[in-house]
């Protein structure tokens, strides 16, 4: 699958944002997809994750209870609703997916085979 992430932009804080990451090619059946961002110098960070066999979602703790991982299967997308935003959360943020993503590697990026482009998410305070 070839996936595309979008909806990023410029918000300020304490505002809601939602990213998009669609798949052209194929479908999300049997993946597990995960939201990633990174800040230039730093390694990419694991954001949220959802493994579509079962809708199990995962959050970071920077993020729980303010970011909603989500998919819509007849959109073959999965969302990131993001809440309550900090200027914190200023990254690029991509969408990945693997099917052979295993639960105890599931925060780590290089899990992941399948990235989309990336979407700025920039929060002004």
């Known amino acids: 699958v070839q996936l595309q992430a979008s909806g990023g932009g410029l918000v300020q804080a304490g505002d809601s944002m939602r990213l998009s990451c669609t798949t052209s090619g194929g479908t999300f059946r049997g993946y597990t997809v995960g939201w990633f961002r990174q800040v230039p110098g730093q390694e990419r960070e694991f954001v949220a994750g959802?493994?579509?066999?079962?809708?199990?979602?995962y959050y970071s703790d920077s993020v729980k209870g303010r970011f909603i991982i989500s998919r819509d299967n007849a959109k073959n997308t999965v969302f990131l609703q993001m809440g309550s935003l900090k200027p914190e959360d200023t990254a690029v943020y991509y969408c990945?997916?693997?099917?052979?993503?295993?639960?105890?590697?599931?925060?780590?990026?290089?899990?992941?085979?399948?990235w989309g482009q990336g979407t700025q998410v920039t929060v002004s305070s």
């Open positions: 959802i493994r579509l066999n079962g809708d199990y979602t």
């Open positions: 990945a997916a693997s099917r052979s993503v295993i639960l105890s590697a599931l925060r780590d990026f290089r899990s992941y085979n399948t």
